[in-house]
């Protein structure tokens, strides 16, 4: 009978187009999914590009400050003197690079907090720690090395004092 089937076609049609509409709402969410992890390639790339340098430029102050032991004679100690003032003023002239690096990775971990984010994070913690740890280090080491001079500052004016007295008795 062309009436029982009628209604039923019509149900079939309805279907069809409620398929068609949560498929065009999945395949838009798809889409949007894939422009957002793309997004996050790119950001990941710079990121790690970032990283690095940051990284490298630490480890070669690291390095740069971990010269060795305190000198023994003046010379040697106004060299390290000037080395530590020298690694000082560069952490202190490109503190902003740490500091962009860090709101970069907050940036990151806020826009993508549907994902995993925690070796962003524990990227950023590590190299402002290593940053952190350099500038005290480098401190440390400055008044240690100023320590020395004066100590070694002192012992040659008491020296000449006594050298002094020695030849007046």
């Not at 902003?96 to 913690?125: G, W």
């Not at 952190?132 to 070694?152: D, I, P, V």
């Not at 002192?154 to 000449?160: C, G, K, N, P």
Request: net charge negative.
């Amino acid at each position: 009978t062309a009436t029982d089937l009628q209604p039923g076609a019509e149900d079939v049609v309805n279907q069809i187009n409620l398929l068609r509409s949560q498929w065009k709402s999945v395949q838009g969410k798809l889409l949007d999914r894939k422009a957002e992890l793309t997004a996050m390639l790119e950001h990941s790339d710079n990121l790690d590009t970032k990283g690095k340098e940051v990284s490298e430029w630490l480890g070669r102050l690291e390095r740069q400050l971990a010269g060795g032991g305190v000198g023994k004679t003046r010379e040697v100690l106004l060299h390290q003197i000037r080395e530590v003032n020298e690694v000082h003023r560069e952490l202190q002239r490109y503190s902003h690079h740490v500091s962009l690096f860090s709101q970069m990775c907050q940036r990151l971990v806020s826009i993508y907090c549907r994902d995993n984010t925690l070796a962003i994070s524990q990227l950023a913690e590590e190299l402002g720690g290593r940053y952190s740890g350099l500038t005290s280090s480098c401190l440390a080491r400055g008044k240690s090395l100023k320590a020395a001079l004066e100590a070694l500052n002192s012992f040659d004016r008491e020296l000449a004092e006594f050298l002094t007295w020695l030849g007046e008795e």
